[in-house]
């Protein structure tokens, strides 16, 4: 079975950073997508990050271009979400997301991903 856990949530400042970590396991494709994800209340979720296993393609949604970052341990069982200059419109449940096969690049952020952690809740405050 594959099982992806997110951790490092939690409350933060406006202005400060987090960083969120996906461990990953039994997933052993060798082609992947590893997305980032949130839902805000009463919102659609929406793609944040993603990464390619092919050429290393990354994509971000425009909302966290220049203030997130996303990157994975060199094994692949670890994915991260560095994000720098929290904003109030920041806070959500992300969630972490693995399908196997390369990024789509005409739509990185579907919301098909074959595989999803249970989320970690963000909370920004000002």
């Known amino acids: 079975a594959v099982y992806l856990e997110e951790s490092g949530g939690g409350p933060v400042q406006a202005g400060e950073s987090l960083r969120l970590s996906c461990t990953i396991s039994?997933?052993?494709?060798?082609?992947?997508?590893l997305g980032w994800f949130r839902q805000a209340p009463e919102k659609e979720r929406e793609g944040v990050a993603a990464i390619s296993s092919d050429d290393g393609f990354i994509s971000y949604a425009d909302s966290v271009k220049g203030r997130f970052t996303i990157s994975r341990d060199n094994n692949g069982n670890t994915l991260f979400l560095q994000m720098d200059s929290l904003k109030d419109e920041d806070s959500a449940v992300y969630y972490c997301?693995?399908?196997?096969?390369?990024?789509?690049?005409?739509?990185?952020?579907?919301?098909?991903?074959?595989?999803w952690g249970q989320g970690t809740q963000v909370t920004v405050s000002s």
């Open positions: 039994g997933f052993y494709n060798n082609n992947y997508c």
């Open positions: 997301a693995a399908e196997r096969t390369h990024c789509s690049r005409r739509d990185p952020f579907h919301l098909g991903f074959d595989f």
